[in-house]
């Protein structure tokens, strides 16, 4: 049964905040769909592949999110799936869509598009967000991350500290019932699991954090199928109190930084032993999330538990280049965009911000409301420069792509 939002437990602010969101969206976005889950997910990103067909004019991409029951039901990785014209702007249409809502299930219906001589299929819309492939879990899905040498890979960590690899393409669309069995068991954790990061210039190699303290690396390719779980490669001893979020650099083959509840920032190389290059206190208090900017080499950003934001450079930590204040309470994740220096933060607050650190003046560019509980997670489309995919705790996820006009990218 579908877990409702109580408005009761909504607030007034935060139903008037919606009410002015939804009547100012048809001019706020180029695209907007909304999907409401059986449950909320932790943990959403976009799958690098994209299906392009000529025919209907459409591109088909897909996404992966998890399940968060708190043991009230069975948990599942989840494979979604959605379209979209690639050739006619859609923003015209989303005043429809808007009108459109519904209520009952919490849904907006996505764009649909203009009317067109030349086009096989005038007046069809596009496709909404519908699940694929659904993988039995052990244990709730607090991370989920591809492997980027081979999509069909993903890894998973739990509650429980366990992290779970699965080939996608050796499970059955829907799971059958009370099997839970993924291709590769990975033990070692003792604690909630919290993150998760996949080498980029590595393949195989894969870190995990938990709120145990502990950093784990592992080589699943050193895997094979007569050991009951993978060993753990190295295991570093990182955080006080729990690490939060951790992240390979982009382009580097052994450097990685992990953050934690101690507010310190350490940077490893995993070539040097198992003890930090660096690690300074940057925050007073939890650091949530981190993000490397693969567009500007050595910068670094990090989000907290009272919804501040800083830049650094790695080669000089000791000065922060940018403090702010960007959320009115905790921030769950931070994402620079891939295509460019945007970067993406959400949080407790309800919000998902866009900001521009070029920009001294105004650097923040565009800010989404339409989520009525906290955001746990968002994903930048690697073939869209300006769409994300956002999940929170009113069991919603949300794909959007702010308008141009706004955000001017």
């Not at 009547?23 to 990103?45: C, G, I, M, R, T």
């Not at 499970?171 to 990061?197: A, F, W």
């Not at 390979?248 to 101690?262: A, C, M, N, Q």
Request: glycine fraction near 6%.
């Amino acid at each position: 049964m579908t877990k409702e939002v109580n408005p009761v437990s909504l607030g007034d602010q935060t139903i008037l905040r919606y009410k002015i969101w939804k009547k100012n969206s048809p001019y706020l976005y180029d695209y907007f769909q909304s999907k409401s889950l059986l449950w909320p997910s932790l943990s959403v990103e976009f799958l690098p592949d994209i299906e392009r067909n000529d025919e209907d004019e459409f591109d088909y991409q897909r996404l992966i999110f998890g399940t968060f029951t708190s043991g009230a039901s069975n948990e599942f990785l989840n494979f979604g799936m959605f379209s979209r014209h690639n050739e006619v702007p859609l923003r015209e249409s989303l005043r429809n869509s808007l009108d459109n809502f519904d209520s009952v299930k919490g849904e907006i219906s996505p764009l649909v598009l203009p009317s067109s001589k030349d086009s096989k299929n005038f007046n069809r819309s596009c496709e909404k967000l519908s699940i694929i492939q659904r993988i039995a879990h052990n244990g709730e899905v607090n991370k989920c991350r591809y492997l980027p040498q081979n999509p069909d890979i993903i890894a998973t960590i739990n509650n429980y500290g366990s992290v779970s690899i699965f080939d996608r393409t050796k499970h059955p669309s829907q799971p059958l019932s009370g099997i839970i069995k993924p291709d590769i068991y990975c033990t070692y954790h003792k604690d909630e699991g919290s993150c998760l990061s996949w080498n980029p210039s590595v393949e195989g190699e894969l870190l995990s954090g938990s709120m145990d303290g502990t950093v784990v690396l592992w080589d699943i390719k050193k895997y094979t199928k007569d050991e009951d779980s993978l060993d753990p490669y190295k295991i570093f001893i990182a955080h006080d109190n729990g690490c939060n979020d951790l992240k390979f650099i982009p382009r580097h083959t052994s450097i990685f930084g992990s953050v934690g509840e101690d507010g310190f920032f350490k940077l490893w190389d995993t070539r040097q032993g198992l003890d930090p290059v660096k690690s300074p206190r940057l925050h007073q208090v939890g650091i949530n999330s981190l993000s490397f900017n693969d567009q500007v080499p050595f910068s670094l950003a990090t989000g907290d538990a009272e919804g501040q934001i800083k830049l650094l450079d790695l080669r000089n930590l000791e000065n922060t280049i940018q403090d702010i204040k960007a959320h009115e309470e905790s921030i769950s994740t931070l994402e620079w965009n891939p295509h460019n220096s945007l970067l993406g933060s959400c949080s407790m607050d309800k919000t998902v911000k866009i900001w521009d650190f070029g920009d001294n003046e105004q650097p923040l560019k565009f800010t989404h409301g339409g989520h009525m509980f906290g955001v746990n997670d968002i994903s930048w489309n690697p073939w869209d420069e300006t769409m994300i995919s956002s999940v929170g705790e009113d069991n919603s996820l949300h794909i959007w792509k702010p308008s141009k006009s706004i955000i001017g990218v």
